[in-house]
């Protein structure tokens, strides 16, 4: 499986970013997709997932309310719409992908339970 992190680049707060991720290969083994985010001297830490087939969602408690994600199967294709942006969301992006199906959504936050991961996309956020 790869995967392909676009659409990020620098905006002013309050704005607005859809960051993008393609996925490829065996596509079928994809079971979820998520969007992780790491800032300058800070650890990497979990944004949203979706599931593949029935488009569950999970958020971090920051970004509810102005993130959304979701998927466009036949495009294999995940978004992250980002609104109203803060200072504090500036990051590189990376998205990721799990071939394993979790039967309690608190597996989808933690990076180690993903097998794939894309190149990342930087967002900048200024005041």
């Known amino acids: 499986v790869q995967l392909q992190a676009s659409g990020g680049g620098l905006v002013q707060v309050g704005g607005s970013l859809r960051l993008s991720c393609g996925v490829s290969g065996r596509t079928f083994s994809t079971y979820a997709v998520g969007w992780f985010r790491q800032a300058p001297g800070k650890e990497r830490e979990f944004v949203a997932a979706i599931t593949w087939s029935n488009g569950n969602t999970y958020y971090e408690d920051p970004v509810k309310g102005r993130f959304t994600i979701s998927r466009d199967n036949a495009k294999n294709t995940v978004y992250l719409q980002m609104n109203s942006l803060k200072p504090e969301d500036t990051a590189v992006y990376y998205c990721?992908?799990?071939?394993?199906?979790?039967?309690?959504?608190?597996?989808?936050?933690?990076?180690?339970?993903?097998?794939?991961w894309g190149q990342g996309t930087l967002v900048t956020v200024s005041s």
């Open positions: 990721a992908a799990t071939t394993k199906m979790y039967y309690s959504g608190k597996y989808y936050y933690s990076p180690g339970n993903y097998d794939y």
